[in-house]
């Protein structure tokens, strides 16, 4: 278990890996989290492809041409298909932002919509364990 | 840049000259953890593609001989070097954790820094050039 910010911990899920949990509730619209990334130009694509980095990229930039990488704890949240937050990126701040799509109580495991929109059931590219 | 989570005692921004840094918001103690950061994990085999990217000025070395990267997540990848820093990291393997520690008192509004050398009193040189 590890702790950055006082309000989220990450710890093993039973069948994902590790997860993000909230430590205390959060209010439908609240700021769950706000992170700072590292930005990956889109020519260095062939090389981080190959590697264990691939799985944790969002597309960022302003036509969603570049890749980065989400600090804080922002690589770490894991996807669901009835998710109770979403991520807003900022391209200008070179930020994401997660934020609460409904109330979240605490010691709820927070997810997202990997595919960017929380209604979107398509299929992402893993076996998807709800 | 400014926004990220203050709750911790650590908040991220601008630099003057170094780009983006790691400042405390509150008072740490000497030994105090400032934050203990999960690791995505690359095996040592994937270190030449790393190299290519702009990751490459952000993952340490990782690993019962050193011979793996990791990519701190939480700010651990934005600590600045200094060759008189104010904290230490001390990887955790078992765990794939990095520790972040205050080796002297720091005050609320300083840089928190650490030797890239690994050794908080090593002056080899890195491979950039240092502004203190």
Not at chain 1, 91 to 100: G, K, P, T
């Amino acid at each position: 278990m590890t702790r950055h910010s006082m309000q989220l911990e990450v710890r093993g899920t039973t069948s994902k890996g590790r997860g993000v949990f909230a430590c205390n509730a959060f209010k439908r619209g609240d700021i769950v989290e706000t992170v700072p990334v590292i930005v990956i130009p889109c020519e260095q694509w062939d090389f981080i492809e190959p590697t264990t980095l691939e799985q944790y990229i969002f597309n960022f930039g302003p036509q969603g041409e570049h890749a980065a990488i989400a600090l804080g704890y922002g690589s770490l949240y894991n996807h669901s298909y009835s998710p109770n937050a979403h991520y807003m990126k900022s391209w200008e701040e070179q930020l994401i932002r997660f934020v609460a799509l409904r109330d979240i109580e605490e010691g709820e495991e927070i997810t997202v919509n990997y595919n960017g929109s929380a209604e979107d059931h398509k299929p992402v590219d893993f076996d998807v364990e709800e | 840049m400014n926004g990220a989570p203050a709750a911790s005692g650590i908040v991220v921004r601008s630099t003057r000259n170094k780009g983006r840094g790691v400042f405390a918001v509150r008072d740490f103690v000497q030994g105090e953890t400032i934050e203990s950061t999960p690791v995505i994990f690359i095996p040592g085999e994937q270190k030449s593609h790393i190299e290519r990217t702009a990751l490459d000025l952000y993952v340490y070395k990782f690993g019962p001989e050193d011979t793996h990267l990791a990519l701190p997540l939480g700010y651990g990848s934005l600590y600045n070097h200094s060759f008189s820093p104010n904290a230490d990291f001390i990887r955790r393997w078992e765990e794939q954790l990095i520790d972040f520690v205050a080796i002297r008192d720091i005050g609320q509004g300083e840089e928190i820094t650490v030797n890239y050398n690994g050794e908080p009193e090593d002056q080899s040189p890195i491979w950039f050039e240092v502004t203190e």
